[in-house]
């Protein structure tokens, strides 16, 4: 897959796809000939809670462009892009799994406490947050490389250790306009992606790598979607995911988090009909 990750020219028509020519009907002579498909890009896809977000202020509490070209895909190219000023300094201690989705969660409340008010733009229908560490083999939470030497270091330790893993934490928070506590919905996700480095990638090639500068800002200190993919020799799991949005997943939140306040209310009634409270 290229850098570019928005499709530039217009889909094929499946009878091109096949590359199994049939009879044009507008055609004067009946000549046999592909069908072309409508110019321009390819449409949105048209499901209704997409349908609805595209017309209100969707927030994207980060400024990586990868995560905004992977949400045009699916026809969000209206963002708000407000990055998280929360530190990211929570400590390794509290485990991978915990660290990535509360890094998540805290960048989300972050930009919720300072956009939910915004009197100029209004309030957000939803806001999506992500993070995304690289967890070595032996355990180790890998982020974004802080030197040229770190960088050379981090690449050569994940080459030498085989596999490692990628997670991204995404939470989608919504705004309700109901007063059940505590005024938003927030729904959340870990991915995770086992990626195999190829072991005979030399110390020459990861220098030559590094000095592009493509990695300096990438979690692990590399980008499968630019050159990167020369020091990979294969991934298990979602690729968007490794990019840094687990596009799937991400759909899944947003479809969850859309759903009618009315929903909501019924859920909290149900957890309370019959329960009978002791002192």
Request: include cysteine; hydrophobic fraction near 35%.
């Amino acid at each position: 897959m290229s850098a570019q990750l928005i499709p530039i020219e217009p889909p094929p028509s499946y009878e091109d796809a096949r590359k199994s020519p049939i009879p044009d009907s507008k055609s004067p002579s009946g000549t046999p000939g592909a069908r072309k498909p409508p110019p321009g890009p390819p449409p949105p896809l048209n499901l209704p809670y997409l349908n609805d977000l595209r017309k209100q202020r969707v927030v994207l509490a980060s400024a990586s462009p990868r995560r905004r070209q992977l949400l045009a895909q699916v026809g969000l190219h209206k963002l708000d892009i407000c990055p998280s000023k929360f530190a990211e300094d929570l400590p390794h201690s509290l485990g991978a799994l915990n660290y990535v989705l509360e890094t998540a969660s805290q960048k989300a409340m972050d930009v919720y406490k300072r956009e939910i008010d915004n009197e100029e733009k209004g309030e957000p229908a939803i806001i999506i947050s992500a993070d995304t560490i690289i967890v070595s083999h032996d355990g180790r939470i890998l982020e974004k490389p802080r030197s040229e030497i770190d960088h050379i270091g981090m690449l050569k330790m994940l080459r030498d250790q085989g596999e490692h893993k990628v997670m991204t934490a995404v939470v989608v928070m919504r705004p309700l306009e109901t007063a059940v506590n505590p005024g938003y919905r927030m729904e959340t996700h870990v991915e995770e992606t086992t990626v195999k480095f190829d072991a005979t990638a030399t110390d020459e090639l990861i220098l030559a790598y590094v000095r592009t500068r493509d990695g300096n800002d990438k979690a692990g200190g590399y980008g499968i979607q630019t050159a990167g993919s020369i020091l990979i020799e294969s991934i298990e799991g979602s690729y968007d995911n490794v990019v840094g949005l687990p596009l799937r997943s991400t759909l899944r939140l947003i479809e969850k988090a859309m759903e009618p306040e009315e929903d909501l209310d019924d859920d909290m009634d149900n957890m309370f009909d019959g329960k009978a409270y002791e002192d």
